[in-house]
């Protein structure tokens, strides 16, 4: 695997379905990128979109793909396929890279055994919801405070961000492109293992770093938990426990459905019993891993002085647990539909 003494040239994927509303900020920031212009290309592989995202992607310097078949593995790939690159970087139609993200990318790459790089996904707007998903005990997006060199995936956010990951365009030649049939999320984690199974490291850079549209609404925020558990529980079913994300996912499961066993159960014996101990029993399943999560949140507002989230963000904290965990359990139980042959 080369290494990099000069500039390599860099190819920008950008997957993007109706994006009129965001990817224009996108577009002005890949223009203000410190790096040589004549080494980056930017491709932008447009999902068949129904609004005027194609308008305004023609009025930059860009190359515009149509990709008429859905899902974001799907256009990742078409982009890998039409791109010139030594190095491919992804981000979102919904971020906003800062002029030195490319150069903080290639960096990485001269260690000739690094082959992928990951880097932060910070909100890019202050309100409360973006303000949560960036503070809570464990962020939406992976938010690294050290920068780290592993050779595996390892849980709790420690793998790229799809809107913030680049590798070498060898990479994707020897263990294969992005898996066009896992959906909801989790899809650049099952890609980053591959990689790191080949034998090749990966690197986690706080420096290398995109602001974020987070869900504006806790509606919207919840939904997208949902489908992170659904994505969860696709690979789940597809990996069995074969790497470190499936063997958390079965582990998160396990423990899921054992709490609502063990507090349905409670309660049952609560309202048909008179015995004290169930009522105590019950409040400690459910009220004690609040009251920990508050005390954390607490002790961070001693610093930060937002006492509000003490006592905000570990309701959300829940809700969104059990988001996430019943899109898990949906995806884990669906029925598989067989595809008939003619």
């Not at 040239?9 to 040589?36: A, C, F, H, K, W």
């Not at 470190?244 to 049952?268: E, Q």
């Not at 609040?290 to 002790?299: F, H, N, R, S």
Request: charged share 25%; glycine share 6%.
């Amino acid at each position: 695997m080369e290494s990099y003494k000069s500039q390599p040239s860099v190819t920008v994927i950008v997957p993007v379905r109706n994006g009129e509303p965001t990817i224009e900020p996108l577009l002005e920031s890949l223009q203000r990128l410190d790096y040589d212009g004549k080494k980056v290309e930017v491709i932008v592989v447009d999902g068949n979109s129904t609004d005027k995202t194609r308008d305004i992607v023609k009025k930059y310097p860009v190359k515009l793909v149509v990709e008429r078949k859905k899902g974001l593995n799907v256009a990742r790939n078409t982009g890998i396929k039409n791109s010139n690159g030594k190095i491919i970087a992804f981000t979102d139609c919904d971020c906003v890279v800062p002029s030195n993200w490319i150069t903080k990318i290639v960096e990485n790459f001269k260690d000739p055994q690094v082959s992928c790089v990951g880097g932060s996904a910070r909100g890019l707007n202050g309100d409360f919801v973006s303000q949560y998903a960036d503070n809570s005990v464990v962020p939406l997006m992976p938010l690294f405070k050290k920068r780290e060199e592993l050779n595996m995936v390892k849980p709790f956010l420690r793998h790229p961000a799809g809107c913030n990951m680049a590798f070498r365009r060898k990479v994707a030649e020897e263990v294969g492109c992005f898996d066009e049939s896992i959906q909801y999320g989790f899809d650049e984690v099952e890609f980053t293992e591959r990689v790191c199974r080949a034998g090749y490291k990966m690197v986690l850079d706080p420096n290398v770093f995109v602001w974020h549209k987070h869900r504006s609404t806790l509606k919207e925020f919840l939904k997208q938990n949902f489908r992170y558990g659904r994505g969860s529980g696709v690979l789940l079913k597809r990996k069995r426990m074969k790497d470190a994300v499936s063997t958390w996912s079965f582990l998160s499961l396990t423990g899921f459905i054992t709490w609502l066993l063990i507090v349905g159960s409670l309660t049952f014996l609560t309202f048909t019993t008179s015995w004290s101990i169930f009522p105590l029993l019950l409040f400690g399943f459910t009220i004690i891993p609040l009251l920990i999560t508050m005390t954390v949140y607490a002790y961070r507002a001693l610093e930060n002085k937002r006492y509000a989230r003490a006592i905000i963000y570990p309701l959300i904290d829940f809700f969104r647990v059990l988001s996430f965990c019943f899109g898990e359990v949906y995806q884990v139980f669906k029925k598989t539909r067989k595809q008939t042959t003619k």
